[in-house]
């Protein structure tokens, strides 16, 4: 048999198992979500050991990878990252790995069916070819992961997940691989911001839709400039005054408002799955209509936010130390 017919013949052959793969890893990191939580939070402390050896001041940026070469070896760990302001141009990096064999187990048991479906092609199939089938499932999981970390990261500060390692103001996590396809898990930007940011933002967002995803506001003041249907996913408003903003039909799945106050605004038709308003009070607001999928909303602000009932069997309630 010709090798491309061949590897036409084993990739039909094994597209299922591949199928059934990412069904099953899918399901895996989510029954280890605090494993995967925990595979960080050792990473970092690691981390901050070695930039205490290298009398490294502090960092900026952070990153978390999958080793290729280490998936070839079977040895499974993950490398982390810390840069300063230089970002690639730092001589003098920080890096720590931990092992994650319990993570991949899925992985390990498509490699054996990938390499087991091998027989019967005459050598026109290599070990090459395997490895990259498998290689090409590690961006499908870099993003089943970054899905779950960023929500399982939310309140890094309260369980302590950087603490070791010496951050400046302005810093943020990535998963991915390094200098090429990452995705934000965590951004903060604790610089207060002057009150014509907000507008000046938005108006770039009417150019760059992105400009605003991920966005972070410390104590800053939001107000007026309606930013109506724009993707504003994962932004953070941390000790802010909202008022009188209409975000009617943004999509601000995984928002955050720690210790905001929100006063006058329409959230009317907005994506708000997973959204944070655990610490944030409400004056003159409504969620009607928004998707609160696992949105998390203080008990005594649901009666003034015409909520559905609907709405209301998708919500976490929180009930200050008894959520």
Same mark, same amino acid.
């Given at each position: 048999m010709e090798r491309e017919a061949a590897l036409q013949s084993y990739r039909e052959t094994v597209s299922e198992k591949i199928s059934d793969f990412r069904s099953n890893m899918e399901k895996h990191l989510m029954e280890h979500a605090g494993y995967l939580e925990d595979l960080v939070k050792v990473g970092m402390d690691r981390l901050g050991e070695q930039m205490e050896k290298q009398e490294k001041e502090y960092v900026c940026f952070l990153y978390i990878s999958i080793l290729k070469a280490d998936l070839i070896h079977r040895k499974y760990r993950i490398f982390l990252h810390g840069l300063d302001m230089r970002w690639y141009l730092d001589v003098e990096p920080?890096?720590? *790995?931990?092992?994650?064999?319990?993570?991949f187990e899925p992985f390990e048991r498509l490699r054996s069916v990938l390499e087991e479906a091998n027989s019967g092609y005459g050598g026109a199939v290599s070990s090459y070819d395997i490895q990259n089938l498998l290689f090409d499932e590690l961006p499908l999981m870099d993003s089943m992961i970054c899905q779950i970390l960023r929500y399982r990261l939310r309140d890094w500060e309260e $369980?302590?997940?950087?603490?070791?390692?010496?951050?400046?103001?302005?810093?943020? =996590?990535?998963?991915?691989?390094?200098?090429?396809?990452?995705?934000?898990? %965590?951004?903060?930007?604790? =610089?207060? $911001?002057?009150?014509?940011?907000?507008?000046?933002?938005?108006?770039?967002?009417?150019?760059?839709?992105?400009? &605003? %995803?991920?966005?972070?506001? *410390?104590?800053?003041?939001?107000?007026?400039?309606?930013?109506? +249907?724009?993707? &504003?996913?994962?932004?953070?408003?941390?000790?802010?005054?909202?008022?009188?903003?209409?975000?009617?039909?943004?999509? &601000?799945?995984?928002?955050?408002?720690?210790?905001?106050?929100? /006063?006058?605004?329409?959230?009317?038709?907005?994506?708000?799955?997973?959204? +944070?308003?655990?610490?944030? /009070?409400?004056?003159?607001?409504?969620?009607?209509?928004?998707?609160?999928?696992?949105?998390?909303?203080?008990?005594?602000?649901?009666?003034?936010?015409?909520? /559905?009932?609907?709405?209301?069997?998708?919500?976490?309630? *929180?009930?200050?130390?008894?959520?």
């Open positions: 920080a890096e720590s *790995y931990v092992d994650a064999e319990k993570l $369980k302590g997940i950087f603490d070791k390692v010496v951050r400046s103001p302005y810093w943020l =996590v990535k998963w991915g691989e390094y200098r090429d396809r990452s995705e934000f898990l %965590v951004q903060t930007d604790r =610089v207060e $911001k002057p009150d014509s940011a907000w507008k000046d933002e938005l108006k770039k967002a009417a150019h760059n839709p992105e400009n &605003m %995803v991920f966005g972070y506001w *410390y104590r800053g003041k939001c107000q007026g400039k309606d930013p109506k +249907d724009l993707d &504003m996913r994962f932004i953070t408003f941390e000790e802010c005054t909202i008022r009188d903003v209409k975000f009617d039909h943004c999509n &601000m799945e995984g928002s955050r408002y720690t210790q905001s106050k929100i /006063s006058g605004c329409s959230f009317e038709g907005c994506n708000l799955s997973g959204a +944070d308003f655990r610490d944030c /009070s409400f004056e003159n607001t409504s969620l009607a209509g928004a998707e609160l999928l696992s949105a998390i909303i203080p008990a005594e602000s649901i009666p003034f936010l015409k909520i /559905s009932a609907e709405q209301l069997q998708v919500i976490h309630v *929180y009930r200050g130390e008894q959520a």
